[in-house]
């Protein structure tokens, strides 16, 4: 059984959410340092983003999920993964063990902090690992005595470290300091190799981050750098080196990652975007890949568009994928699967092929499942074929059904 994601109970922190201060005007200097001070370390607490102080209030037992008993434990266990009775033991073939290349180990019994990002940064053999800093608290504090001042006028500050590097080979971990709030935040690594992160909660909402591969680096945060709030928005590396950053909460438009220290003037509003909000949102965290037509494809709810980032414009719409919703937090899941190559000319057509899974076939799950009423989530997958010239969905079954999942391409067929 999956624990609830932090965003999932962020859900039900949050009230309405509104703009955010003006941006800088496109093309200034540095973002003014008062700007650091005012949307980084203190995080604007109190404002329509939710109160964070709910954080301390006691949350009914697991948001979506029903009481656990040990009962049910044993159950499941043994339904899954455990002792399988004899006749069935029988007829299941032996599995291919000795294929089996490794074996899971504890590496270390203490992470530092929470991953709830995690993502192996090249050439510098270590981990990075971050989680949000509203929370205030982690297994780890910021090097040198360092500590972020919450509020300068009650002294409230946090000493703890949010985000770390982890060597992959002794486990030693190096305490990084983020000051800005990650949480349900998005990003991803440069061709270069190094990561930019965007967005997130709060005064992390409009920030630009960036953490070089190097030993030493530390994170280099720009709060003003995003024109609009990117909370649950998805960031993608585009043909030319360029990064978007598409959607977010109450953020139908998307924008590109300005050159480093420069802030964003303004975004560009993405009607789709508008139009696949429902009541439960069921749009956040689009599905985002890089056709190889350069085109961008987006993903949100039941809909989905190429988007040229040339000209800023929708070139074509695909047929709706009937069968409900598939988006946070109607969470389905989705790939770009492997693409073929099959001719020696640059200029040559490869053909890409995108798999959507799960989800729910209800508009109000979200909401419902708030006040601990469950739909069966969905079982089924399309596929479609976004570089041919009309393509349709083509549906299959999973062998279960599957909301909050994750999809990953293996290296080869099982
Ligand atoms: C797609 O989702 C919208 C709600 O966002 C719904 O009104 C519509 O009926 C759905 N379309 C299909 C074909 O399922």
Redesign the pocket.
């Given at each position: 059984m999956k624990p609830p994601s932090l965003c999932l109970l962020l859900l039900l922190l949050a009230t309405a959410v509104s703009s955010q201060p003006a941006p800088s005007p496109d093309g200034s200097a540095d973002p003014p340092a008062s700007l650091f001070e005012e949307l980084g370390p203190k995080e604007k607490f109190g404002d329509t983003f939710g109160n964070p102080d709910d954080f301390k209030k006691q949350l009914p037992n697991d948001i979506g999920t029903p009481e656990f008993v040990s009962s049910d434990l044993s159950d499941f266990v043994e339904k899954s993964t455990g002792t399988l009775h004899k006749e069935e033991e029988e007829a299941r073939p032996p599995l291919p063990v000795d294929e089996w290349k490794g074996k899971w180990e504890l590496f270390t019994d203490n992470s530092g902090v929470s991953a709830m990002h995690m993502i192996l940064i090249p050439n510098v053999d270590k981990v990075l690992m971050y989680d949000a800093t509203i929370w205030r608290i982690s297994k780890i504090l910021l090097p040198n005595g360092q500590c972020r001042i919450l509020n300068e006028a009650t002294g409230e500050k946090d000493c703890w470290a949010h985000s770390v590097l982890m060597d992959i080979n002794t486990a030693k971990l190096f305490p990084l300091e983020l000051k800005t709030d990650t949480w349900c935040s998005s990003g991803g690594l440069l061709v270069d190799g190094n990561l930019i992160s965007t967005g997130g909660f709060q005064g992390g909402a409009n920030t630009v981050r960036y953490l070089d591969m190097c030993p030493t680096c530390n994170w280099r945060e720009y709060p003003s750098a995003l024109s609009a709030p990117r909370w649950y928005s998805t960031q993608a590396q585009l043909a030319d080196g360029r990064m978007i950053v598409i959607g977010g909460r109450a953020a139908p438009s998307f924008e590109y990652i300005p050159q480093e220290g420069k802030s964003n003037a303004k975004p560009f509003f993405f009607d789709f975007l508008k139009?696949?909000?429902?009541p439960d949102e069921?749009?956040l965290y689009p599905f985002v890949f890089l056709s190889p037509d350069k085109n961008v494809f987006v993903f949100a709810?039941?809909?989905s568009v190429l988007l040229n980032p040339d000209t800023n414009t929708v070139v074509k719409e695909f047929p709706?994928?009937?069968?409900?919703?598939r988006n946070y937090p109607a969470s389905g899941m989705a790939v770009l699967l492997p693409l073929e190559v099959k001719s020696p000319e640059p200029n040559a057509v490869v053909d890409a092929e995108v798999l959507v899974c799960g989800g729910s076939a209800h508009?109000d799950s979200y909401t419902l499942a708030s006040k601990d009423m469950f739909y069966e989530a969905l079982q089924d997958c399309g596929r479609l074929q976004i570089t041919k010239p009309r393509p349709n969905w083509r549906r299959e079954l999973m062998p279960t059904a599957r909301i909050m999942g994750d999809m990953v391409i293996i290296s080869h067929k099982l």
């Open positions: 139009q696949t909000t429902d069921n749009n709810n039941n809909r709706v994928l009937p069968g409900g919703h508009i």
